[in-house]
């Protein structure tokens, strides 16, 4: 696969273990759920963003590192009466580091109904091409 979660130092497991340590229980922001798809000319990446404006949705390229990342606010609901709460709310980013055939320069984005899609093009060097078999 050209498109793989980026990890800075492959340390991901063992920071998350050592935030546990000193978890309070308070909600500290979420990762939106994505799917990657890939087709003949280029990959898509679909997130659930449900309850996140479009004006907080940032999606930028940078050393080859696609990041996708924004906030949803926190609903100031009464917190009595909770019995249990998972909805979170803040800030967020998902980052996915890129493969050589993924033209950069063309990657589109557009937000519907709480997903966000984003299409990565393949360079055309990148796409399968049939090529003829001819007998002599």
């Known amino acids: 696969m050209y498109l793989t979660r980026y990890r800075p130092m492959g340390l991901g497991p063992f920071f998350r273990g050592f935030d546990r340590l000193f978890d309070d229980g308070e909600p500290r922001g979420y990762a ?3 799917d990657i798809t890939e087709e003949e000319d280029h ?3 679909k997130a659930d963003l449900p309850g ?7 999606v930028k390229v940078h050393d080859g590192v696609l990041l996708l990342s924004g906030k949803r606010e926190e609903t100031r609901e ?3 009466g909770y019995s249990y709460r998972e909805r979170r709310s803040g800030s967020f980013c ?12 063309k990657i589109e984005a557009a937000y519907k109904k709480g997903v966000l ?13 049939q090529i003829a078999v001819s007998s002599n």
């Open 52 to 58: 996140v404006d479009e004006k907080d949705i940032e």
């Open 117 to 129: 899609e984003v299409k990565l093009p393949k360079k055309e060097e990148a796409k399968p091409r």
């Open 43 to 45: 990959f898509l990446i």
């Open 94 to 105: 998902r980052q996915f580091r890129l493969g050589r055939n993924v033209d950069a320069e």
């Open 78 to 80: 009464e917190e009595e």
């Open 32 to 34: 939106p759920a994505v």
